[in-house]
């Protein structure tokens, strides 16, 4: 299926006639040909009649990639989740080559060429990945690696990491956060010094999803010592250079598909002409990449959330306690009824955020609180799921414990959530003048 898709990357999804003809040659039905009179819908039962930002072709293409998820990863997924890895570049591979590592990127390096709403709704459908390890690894290859590179970086960057990075011939990864640095991007200690018509870099990244198999990084770096919001630049950094050091793969409490590390630079020197856009404006950049990330985030959570309380449901309406199901039992049917209105209310945010997004507008403040209640209605959902799943839900067999350890990491990463009340609360003016 890859290969068919990989013949149509460039013009796919461009109009609605080139949609219909990728959707075709994948076995999906689109709308105009459906012999039904109702209308396709998403696995949340939005139909493109109604749907406040997708469109028939937002659907085609999530279609699409639920055929490639089926066929070529969550059949390995446990696989994968034993062994603590999976492989990236085979499977980032396959995505590039269907187009699914830059459906919001530039045509002419390898992108479709299509609005965020799209990257939006493939991140909803990564969500059907029967883990969390893996989607988080293709996010931050197509949505929080690249977008500072596509939008700043010069034409010879985007040729050299940008194309093989959409094409799935690199994977790459994101190093922001440092031991001593999370959430408070702005205190990272790693130095690029310039000499001459090269940066010589030192320091270390920790957190770095996928940096056991990346073959570049976009690393945030300090390049002077002016004030913290003006004096780092973000910087193509291939992870082959001599002086990179995987310092080990972080054992993690959850995500366990997707491989972490810890990495360290000793005078790792790599050209100045590697710095994406100004020198001195990676902060900037970086905060801009956020927005994207949070969102991306939060769609792809929605999904695995959606699924979680429907198999909750079904386990629940079939285990029996006292002489009926456990759904029948009001608290347990109430309770699900109030973690599906939190979900939707979620999702509307979500799409709130998105359709401002892709109108140019700056969506900070609300991808700030998207990502905030993601993280704590999936921490609440999961833990009152598994509840509901009882000793079941304390092994590893069922996906609601897979959910309740991949789905906490939601409130720390890309920003905890203090961070994202503290940035809710700028935008507020709430917070106390000094």
């Not at 927005?291 to 909750?312: F, G, K």
């Not at 991949?406 to 409130?411: C, G, I, P, Q």
Request: charged content about 20%; proline content about 4%.
């Amino acid at each position: 299926m890859a290969t068919r898709l990989g013949a149509l990357r460039l013009n796919v999804l461009l109009s609605s006639r080139s949609l219909f003809k990728f959707a075709s040659s994948v076995g999906v039905r689109p709308l105009s040909e459906n012999v039904s009179s109702k209308p396709v819908t998403s696995k949340s039962s939005d139909s493109t009649s109604d749907h406040l930002i997708y469109t028939q072709e937002h659907f085609a293409l999530k279609e699409a990639l639920s055929k490639l998820i089926d066929q070529e990863i969550n059949p390995y997924v446990d696989q994968w989740e034993a062994e603590g890895t999976f492989p990236a570049h085979k499977i980032f591979k396959i995505l590039g080559n269907a187009g699914f590592l830059g459906v919001n990127k530039p045509v002419e390096y390898g992108g479709l060429g299509l609005d965020f709403s799209y990257s939006v709704a493939v991140a909803e459908e990564l969500g059907n990945i029967h883990c969390g390890g893996i989607p988080m690894a293709i996010g931050v290859q197509s949505d929080m690696a690249t977008p500072a590179l596509a939008r700043f970086g010069s034409d010879e960057l985007k040729k050299e990491f940008l194309v093989p990075s959409i094409m799935g011939d690199k994977v790459a990864c994101l190093g922001v956060s440092e031991v001593g640095a999370g959430s408070d991007v702005s205190s990272i200690v790693t130095k690029a010094v310039r000499k001459g018509d090269e940066y010589v870099i030192n320091g270390g990244k920790m957190w770095t999803t996928s940096g056991t198999q990346a073959d570049w990084m976009c690393l945030l770096a300090n390049t002077s010592d002016g004030p913290p919001h003006r004096n780092k630049s973000l910087i193509c950094l291939p992870m082959n250079l001599p002086g990179v050091h995987i310092a080990r793969k972080i054992e993690k409490m959850g995500m366990w598909s997707s491989d972490t590390a810890q990495v360290f630079f000793d005078d790792v020197r790599v050209p100045c002409t590697n710095i994406i856009g100004e020198e001195g404006m990676g902060f900037t950049y970086q905060m801009l990449q956020f927005q994207e990330e949070r969102l991306w985030a939060v769609a792809n959570i929605i999904t695995t959330m959606d699924s979680i309380i429907q198999e909750t449901i079904q386990y629940t309406r079939q285990r029996k306690i006292f002489k009926q199901p456990v759904l029948y039992h009001q608290t347990v049917h109430f309770r699900l009824a109030e973690l599906q209105t939190e979900v939707e209310l979620l999702r509307s945010l979500l799409y709130r955020a998105t359709a401002m997004y892709i109108k140019g507008n700056d969506v900070t403040k609300l991808a700030s609180m998207a990502k905030l209640k993601a993280g704590r209605l999936a921490r609440e959902l999961s833990d009152s799921c598994l509840q509901f799943w009882g000793g079941m839900g304390y092994t590893s067999d069922v996906p609601v414990s897979r959910f309740y350890r991949d789905s906490r990491l939601m409130s720390i990463g890309a920003g905890a959530d203090e961070v994202m009340l503290g940035i809710i609360c700028k935008y507020m003016d709430t917070i106390p003048r000094k």
